[in-house]
């Protein structure tokens, strides 16, 4: 039901990049990120980290974790804005607070300086509609 979860997360300079692999170990506890470097426009390194997740069991478990650790309000959040979420690809994109997640909290955000998450929905045929549907399958609380 879900062919892959992709995250990325930056880490700036002021950043410990330790904690923010914690951060990604709390959502994504098997995932070894990969690692990428960039410079932001005043020349300043800023590490990208980043992992494809395809194994069906570990989707499957992060589907579930998201079942049971998002708190009602941010099932709320993402019932009502499910099809703004969704593209036409099937992708559902989510963002989670960095240092919540630090603090092993499952929290959602609209800010940048996030954990990027993408799910991209197993449907047939490929479209928005079939992937929502599919969604409803896959998250209790829709």
């Given at each position: 039901?879900?062919?892959?979860?992709?995250?990325?997360?930056?880490?700036?300079?002021?950043?410990?990049?330790?904690?923010?692999?914690?951060?990604?170990?709390?959502?994504?506890?098997?995932?070894?990120?990969?690692?990428?470097?960039?410079?932001?426009h005043f020349?300043?390194?800023?590490?990208?980290?980043?992992?494809?997740?395809?194994?069906?069991?570990?989707?499957?478990?992060?589907?579930?974790?998201?079942?049971?650790?998002?708190?009602?309000?941010?099932?709320?959040?993402?019932?009502?804005?499910?099809?703004?979420?969704?593209?036409e690809q099937?992708?559902?994109?989510?963002?989670?607070?960095?240092?919540?997640?630090?603090?092993?909290?499952?929290?959602?955000?609209?800010?940048?300086?996030?954990?990027?998450?993408?799910?991209?929905?197993?449907?047939?045929?490929?479209?928005k509609e079939?992937?929502?549907?599919?969604?409803?399958?896959?998250?209790?609380?829709?």
């Amino acid at each position: 039901m879900i062919h892959n979860i992709s995250y990325r997360t930056f880490v700036y300079g002021t950043e410990d990049e330790g904690k923010v692999n914690e951060a990604i170990n709390f959502l994504f506890p098997t995932s070894l990120p990969e690692k990428t470097i960039t410079k932001d426009h005043f020349d300043n390194d800023i590490l990208i980290l980043s992992d494809k997740i395809s194994k069906k069991r570990t989707t499957r478990d992060i589907a579930q974790f998201l079942n049971d650790n998002l708190s009602y309000e941010d099932k709320e959040i993402i019932k009502n804005e499910l099809s703004r979420r969704m593209d036409e690809q099937g992708n559902l994109f989510l963002r989670f607070d960095k240092q919540e997640a630090f603090d092993e909290k499952l929290k959602l955000t609209y800010s940048g300086d996030a954990i990027h998450v993408r799910i991209k929905i197993a449907s047939f045929p490929v479209s928005k509609e079939n992937a929502i549907k599919v969604s409803h399958k896959i998250f209790n609380f829709l």
